[in-house]
C-alpha cells in the first residue's frame, strides 16, 4: 500500500492523505517589484524560484485568506433629502 503523507513548509505539521481532520494545502509565492523598475521578480508557482506549501492554520494565522461574509439582513432604505423634505411638510401641514 502506498502513503502519501503532506507536510507544511511553515510550522512543519504532517499528515496522511487519508486523515479526515487533514487541512488544505495551499501553495504560497512571492512577487515583489519598484514603482520606478520596469522587472518584476516572481517567487510563485510559475517561477523558477521554490514556493512553499502552507496549511490552512497557518494561512489564517496570518490573515492571508479572506473569508466573506453575507448579510442576510435586508439594508435600511435611506431617504433621499427629497424624501425628508416631503416628510417634514407631511409633518407641518395638517392633515383634512
Known amino acids: 500500500m502506498i502513503t502519501i503523507t503532506y507536510k507544511c513548509d511553515k510550522c512543519g505539521r504532517t499528515w496522511n492523505k487519508e486523515d479526515k481532520d487533514a487541512p488544505q494545502l495551499w501553495i504560497i509565492g512571492m ?43 435586508p439594508e435600511e432604505k435611506r431617504l433621499t433629502f427629497e424624501d425628508l423634505v416631503r416628510e417634514l411638510i407631511a409633518e407641518q401641514m395638517p392633515q383634512d
Do not use: A, F
Not at 494561512?59 to 448579510?71: A, N, P, Y
Open 31 to 73: 512577487k515583489y517589484t519598484s514603482h520606478e523598475s520596469k522587472y518584476s521578480y516572481n517567487m510563485g508557482k510559475d517561477s523558477p524560484y521554490k514556493d512553499q506549501q502552507w496549511c490552512r492554520p497557518c494561512m489564517d494565522e496570518l490573515g492571508l485568506i479572506i473569508t466573506s461574509t453575507v448579510k442576510n439582513t
